[in-house]
């Protein structure tokens, strides 16, 4: 490289680390129903790597670093634990969290903090022992037939008070520490919460307050499945959706004084995550089939008018069925939640949900569980626990990576489109402006699959759950497309009085850190004429479309 070119790359390197506002908060926006997280006041892609649940002290923390560098994140998303900060009442020590982003800051990796306090996957588990250990002044809730359960009550004033203190501390701690570079952009408060077993507190107090109307930002917000009185107690107007949708209401008023309080010290974006129920199934009362009062996608307009400081309420992916996955997005995309996939299993047929989570137009995404420490959450995740588990994700992030805050500023003006490979490996279309894209799976890269010499023996990746496409629209006639064993053939919707259509350049390359493009080749010849093959490596390619 001659001396004037390599100043050019390195400043030009330089300026993409080095943010022209790096002063701006992060922040969500919205437009037309499209959302973007602004990082450094601009949308950021938010390509995640969360890590294990112990992994939330220094030591643990050199397994992270390799890992997420192996798998090309740019965003790390950690616990940060009740216990760990407050182990005594009203001391805190915040040391991890002032290692952890400095650690990120040497790694050029941003950071998501996951408030793991009064619950974590429903459990009071992390919270501090001078907590777990005094069921009177924080209580757990009660059963109808008066056993308590393991679950601390949304109701106790006490608990809130406790949680609200610490998070309020760590977030004044955040400012202190990272306001200027912002190096943490989210933080997730509490984490999969709800109650399994018993579908809300029937305590005194909690009765007592069953009993009462409900309130009006609710009622505004949540319609009944099955028309009850416009107003009253929560028995009369939901009837028997009653109880999980009041201990919901209770989970998220209590949530969300914790996020207020926190937002006034240091103003991120917040949010929930959810371990998901039936997506697709017809919504009946909870029957001990989820953790009743989490943010499940039916309950998510309680959540909104309980807790309107939390600005996402997000789904947590780990059922591989491709219908319960296409049911998931659909269900939590909505002009007021923005799409984030905050955790998603590690298991190789997961990859493939990638493309259909950001060609969706997602915020972000995260593999859970991506560093080596010798454990697996099979059969959530995968088996793998070494770096091999990570080698079906990381070529997708190198190619997201290379194109991200393009693909963030496209997902906001609605240009972005996913398809993933289902279980029946059937053709997929996306239909796009003027265009439509028709998407196959387990082809040879030449003819069809219907040629004798095709038809007597499939290729390799047939049959797999590998296939991914995600597309975005960047002007009437032009097309990015990343994708992975798949085929891609680009038709018109319209003529326009044409005769036909064509490709009119398929160039295979890559974006420099300027934003510009760099083509490598041009697919012509064999490489078009049987659409657009996309293999095991995850390639950018630039398509121009013509009428003739
Ligand atoms: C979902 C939870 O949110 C994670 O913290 C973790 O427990 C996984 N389930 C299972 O590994």
Redesign the pocket.
Known sequence: MKKHSFLVAALAALLALQPARAAEAPRLVERDGRHALMVDGAPFLMLGAQVH?SSNYPAALKKVWPAVKAMQANTVEVPVAWEQVEPVEGKFDFSFVDILVAEARQNQVRLVLLWFATWK?TSPQYVPAWVKFNNQRFPRMVGPDGKTSYCLSPLGDETLKADKRAFVALMTHLKKIDQDRHTVIMVQVE??VGTWGLVRDFGAKAQAAFEQDVPTAVLARKKAPVPGAASGNWRAVYGDYADEYFHAWAMARYIGEIAKAGRAAYDLPLFV?N?LRDQVAPIKPWNSDFAAGGPNYDVIDIYKAAAPDIDIVAP?I?NPDARQFAATLNNFQRRDNALFVP?ISNAAPYARYLYGILGRGAIGVAP??VEDSDYS?YP??AKLTDARMLAPFAPIYAAFGNVQRQWARWALEGRTHGAVEGEDHGDQSIAMKGWKANISFGQWQFGEKEWPSNAKEAPPQAGQLLGGVAIAQIADDEFVIIGQHARVRIEPTALQGKLGSMIASAEEGRFDATGRWVMERRWNGDQVDWGLNLTARPVILKVKMGRY
């Open positions: 649940n996957n984490n999969e995550n371990a947590d780990y955790e859970f569980g959450n959530l995740g």
